[in-house]
C-alpha cells in the first residue's frame, strides 16, 4: 500500500500531465484521464477517430510533457516491418553488418492510421508492442523503459485497408476516441492557432523516472480479493453472451486493474473501488470483444454490451 507522502507526490504526476495536456486538448478530460492511466501502467493506446480531432498534437504534447524521444510513422500499404523496426546495412569498410534502428526505439511512438499497413507489418510492430523487445538478425534489443505507442485508425474510411484482427487489438490496453468538441471550444482553439501553434509552449512538466515511479507506486494500490473477483465475472461474463461470438481475454482483467490503480491515484486514493472498473470497462472492454453477425444487423454496438454488462454483474460492497 503507498504512504501518504507517496501518494500525494504520485498524484502531482497525473496532475502535471493532465494540466500541460489540457493547455493543446480542449474539452477531453476525460479522455486525457483513461489515456494517461494506460501511460503510467505501460499500456497502449489506440485512438480511433476522424481527422483533424487532435490525434497527433495529443501524441506530442505527451512526448514534450515527458520530455522524451518522439517518433511518428505514417502507415501505408507498402510500408515494411523494416521501416519500422530496422535493418541490417553492410559496411564495406570494416566489412561488416551494422544495425540501423528503426522508429519503433522511441519512447513514445505515434503510428498514424495503423489499419493502412499491410497484416506483416501490423504484427511486427504488435509483436514489439506485446514483447518490449525486438529481433534483428537473430539479436534481440530491449525497447525503452518509456515505450508507450499511440496507433490511429480513421473509422469511416476502408478503402486500401487491413483492419486489426482481434488477436492483435487485444495487445491495446483501451481504445479511446477524442469526437468534435462544442462550438465554444472549437472557438477556444482557433484562437489560440491564430497566435501560433500552442504545442510549441509546451515543455517538460515530468520526469522520465518520475513516470517510472509512478507505475511501481501503482502496483503497491490495494485492490480487494472481492473487487478482483467482480473484475473477472465481468470479463467471464462476455464470453457468455450470445450476441458475441468472441468475449475478451484474461489480458482485459488484468488491464482493468493496472489501470483502475492508477485512477485510484489520481483520485487520492490508496485502493481501487468498483467506480474505477466501471469507469475503465467501456474503453478496456469494447475493442476486444466481437459482435456475431445477428447482432450486429440488429444495430448492437459493443459499448451497449458493454453497458448492459455493468448493469448486470453484481458489485461487490
Known sequence: ???EFDLARQRS????????????IYGQDTTIRLL????????????????????????????R??????????????????????????????????????????????ADEINRA???TQSALLQAMGEGQVSLDGTLYLL???FFVIATQNPVEFHGTYP??????????MRLSLGYVTAAQEVEIMSAEIGGPPIDQIEACVTRDDVIAFEQAARGVEVSAELKRYTVDLIAATRRQSELSLGASPRAS??????????????????????????????????????????????????SIVDQLLLEVAVPR
Open 164 to 173: 486489426l484482427p482481434e488477436a492483435q487489438m487485444d495487445r491495446f490496453a
Open 36 to 63: 494517461l492511466s494506460a501511460f503510467l501502467t505501460k499500456g497502449h493506446v489506440l485512438l480511433e477517430d476522424f481527422p483533424g480531432t487532435g490525434k497527433t498534437t495529443l501524441a506530442k504534447a505527451l512526448a
Open 118 to 120: 499491410s497484416p506483416r
Open 13 to 24: 504526476v497525473f496532475e502535471r500531465l493532465s494540466a500541460n495536456l489540457t493547455r493543446v
Open 254 to 303: 488484468i488491464t482493468l486493474i493496472k489501470c483502475a490503480q492508477a485512477l485510484a491515484i489520481f483520485d487520492g486514493h490508496d485502493f481501487v473501488s468498483p467506480d474505477h472498473i466501471q469507469e475503465l470497462a467501456p474503453a478496456v472492454i469494447g475493442h476486444r470483444i466481437v459482435l456475431d453477425a445477428n447482432a450486429r444487423f440488429s444495430g448492437t454496438t459493443t459499448g
Open 65 to 110: 510533457s515527458v520530455g522524451s524521444n518522439f517518433q511518428r510513422i505514417q502507415f501505408t500499404p507498402d510500408i515494411l516491418p523494416t521501416d519500422i523496426l530496422g535493418v541490417s546495412v553492410f559496411n564495406p569498410q570494416t566489412a561488416t553488418f551494422e544495425v540501423h534502428q528503426g522508429p519503433i526505439f522511441a519512447e513514445i511512438l505515434l
Open 1 to 3: 500500500m503507498t504512504s
Open 144 to 146: 525503452p523503459d518509456l
